[in-house]
């Protein structure tokens, strides 16, 4: 991939400058060093950081101290693993806000304008910031949800409840919750590009991502046990589970189905942005 701009222009001086050709490496350094500039970026993502370990933590121990009290159905369904991921129910709002941030502020300040000039082809800036915040998410969250469960273990430990990381689907979950939220901002890149404006791809975010299920458990028991399954946070969450719930899908299965929404999202933004001027 290359622009039209001539391999070597003449200077002023009198001297040839070498101009490098615009490659998908180049865009991904570039993506990476926005990111990274970003003071709202190292914000969010600490935040998003504290949510996940934090109430993770914070949960295990209220379940501790209050286990005694418990009805027998509530113990028998504890599903401690889970428990210690509580965290990335609040943790995914400021990812994907993060993530329709990191586009939407381009075009409302209007550097986009200079990013498509630098990149004429387009499509390489999208695909460059949506891989470089889901890496990006994808390692730091990954790290918090460890955390998470190492500090809710060690707190649920004083009941003998912690379940080792070698137990069937501790792993998967564990290591799911970082999956979920690097999906959960790809998502949110993909409403960003689309959409443009931040409070519009913001309520688009929280709706998909929150309000569409707490809207499911109100219409009847049809929409809850054939719709609300497939809605991308309640499909995306059973990967975070041990113990499945009635009626969700399998864990792979919903992972998948997330996944979906993101890469439709995604499709969606680049349509537009290659058929619509910045």
Not at 151 to 158: D, E, I, N, Q, Y
């Amino acid at each position: 991939m290359s622009t039209t701009t001539m391999p070597e222009t003449q200077a002023s001086t009198g001297h040839r400058v070498a101009v490098a050709p615009v490659t998908l490496w180049r865009v991904v350094c570039s993506e990476w060093i926005k990111l990274r500039s970003l003071r709202s970026t190292r914000i969010t993502l600490l935040v998003s950081f504290v949510l996940m370990a934090g109430l993770g933590v914070l949960t295990a121990a209220i379940t501790a101290s209050q286990w005694s009290r418990l009805p027998a159905a509530s113990r028998a369904s504890f599903d401690a693993v889970n428990t210690t991921l509580t965290g990335y129910q609040f943790a995914q709002l400021a990812v994907g806000v993060l993530g329709v941030v990191v586009i939407s502020n381009e075009y409302s300040s209007g550097m986009i304008r200079a990013t498509l000039a630098a990149v004429p082809r387009r499509l390489p800036v999208l695909w460059a910031k949506a891989g470089v915040f889901a890496i990006v998410t994808l390692v730091v969250m990954t790290a918090a949800s460890l955390i998470a469960y190492a500090g809710g273990m060690a707190v649920l430990s004083s009941h003998h409840l912690q379940v080792s990381l070698t137990a069937p689907g501790a792993a998967r979950a564990v290591l799911g919750a970082g999956l979920y939220l690097a999906v959960v901002g790809l998502l949110g890149v993909g409403l960003g590009a689309l959409i443009r404006k931040t409070a519009g791809a913001i309520a688009a975010v929280v709706g998909l991502l929150l309000f569409l299920p707490l809207l499911s458990s109100l219409l009847g028991t049809w929409f809850k046990a054939h719709i609300s399954p497939y809605l991308p946070s309640n499909a995306g969450a059973s990967l975070l589970r041990v113990h499945q719930q009635a009626g969700s899908l399998a864990p792979w299965t919903g992972f998948a189905v997330m996944c979906g929404y993101a890469v439709a999202a995604l499709a969606a933004a680049a349509l537009v942005l290659r058929r619509r001027d910045a």
